[in-house]
């Protein structure tokens, strides 16, 4: 069956976003817990939104925490301010020839909007479904997206950088495609979960996507 669309995930996958959480959640965190997260400790809290991390962590000053991880973020993002080399000609190319496409991310819809502004790729998605305090819903949101589309899941592609994409791909009954491009990507990982397929570089997913046009 053709494509018909593809979902994107956005940090490390769109561009090179995640020391841009990591630098945000490591200042806020400071401010309202006092003590320093090593990497490993703030990525293993991903999967509800930014907003979640504080209602756990800083209950009693979440909205705070949250307006400050905000503020540190975008700052942070300065040092990052273009995509992955490759990503707008592969956007280009999507639109050329018909093919819808979305973000579902795991951030909050702040943070989001921070990142897709500051990348110049705001204008790039009709739809873009973001994250939920409560814990994962990147299943939902790609289902969200696809009945959206009106089209069938079997034609829509998921791309992600983590191996929890490639699960959340296949409980939406999307086809699971993993970003292997960016240096924070484990494609050992990556490749053990058996995706559709791998790629180490955007032009290779641009090559996958044209072979599967007409197919």
């Known amino acids: 069956m053709a494509l018909r669309g593809v979902i994107f995930d956005l940090d490390g996958t769109l561009a090179d976003t995640l020391p841009v959480c990591i630098t945000g959640f490591r200042n806020a965190l400071e401010a309202y817990t006092g003590r320093i997260y090593a990497d490993a400790e703030i990525t293993a809290m ?3 939104s930014e907003e979640g991390v504080f209602l756990r962590l800083t209950p009693q000053y979440a909205e705070e925490a949250s307006q400050r991880y905000w503020e540190e973020y975008e700052r942070a993002h300065e040092s990052v301010r273009a995509p992955f080399p490759g990503i707008f000609d592969a956007l280009a190319f999507l639109k050329e020839n018909g093919i819808h496409t ?8 702040h943070s989001a909007a921070i990142s897709l502004r500051m990348l110049g790729l705001a204008a790039q998605f009709d739809i873009v479904e973001a994250g939920s305090p409560h814990g994962v819903i990147k299943p939902q949101a790609m289902r969200e997206v696809v009945a959206r589309w009106q089209v069938p899941h079997a034609q829509v592609a998921y791309v992600g950088d983590a191996t929890a994409d490639v699960t959340s791909a296949r409980q939406a009954g999307v086809i699971p495609l993993a970003a292997a491009w960016a240096e924070t990507a484990d494609y050992a990982a990556l490749r053990a979960m058996e995706p559709e397929e791998t790629f180490r570089t955007v032009e290779e997913l641009v090559a996958w996507v044209n072979n599967r046009i007409h197919t």
């Not at 979305?102 to 819809?109: D, L």
């Open 46 to 48: 991903f999967g509800p």
């Open 102 to 109: 979305a973000v579902v991310t795991g951030k909050g819809p």
